[in-house]
């Protein structure tokens, strides 16, 4: 039994050997792009991440593997900015994008545009501003 072990490991030496000497596989799939009409599949709790207000005129939405999107609204979403949940009105096609609509306590806002999009920007520190503020006082 001893013999096979070593007859084996003295047969696959020269293999591990000539993959060691090979460069390691490189990522081939090409960067995501960026503004192009995009969906997401099934909207729920589940596929959506994250969500934040782009004020009235849009909305950054995350998607469970980390991609972030971004909605236009057709007209203003008026209560956006002071929801803490969102729903997704699909009219039966089970994706978010384009045709689809927000509903932000009771209204209904329809998305003209949903692309894919970096990430939103990031939030002002407000502490830092009302340091600054006392600062420039004294």
Known sequence: ???????????????????????APTST????????EASIVFPSD?????????RGRGIWI????????????AGYCRD????SAIGVETRGAGR???FAAILVRG??????SFV????????RDKSKDIMGEKSGTN
């Open 1 to 23: 039994m001893k013999n096979l072990a070593l007859s084996l490991a003295a047969a696959l030496l020269p293999l591990s050997a000539a993959a060691a000497n090979e460069p």
């Open 29 to 36: 799939a090409p960067p995501r792009a960026l503004g192009v």
């Open 46 to 54: 589940s596929s959506i991440r994250n969500w934040r207000a782009d």
């Open 62 to 73: 995350q998607d469970r593997r980390g991609d972030w999107y971004y909605g236009v609204f």
């Open 80 to 83: 956006l900015d002071f929801a």
């Open 96 to 98: 978010l994008d384009r």
């Open 107 to 112: 209204e209904r806002c329809p998305l003209s």
């Open 116 to 123: 894919t999009s970096d990430g939103p920007p990031p939030r």
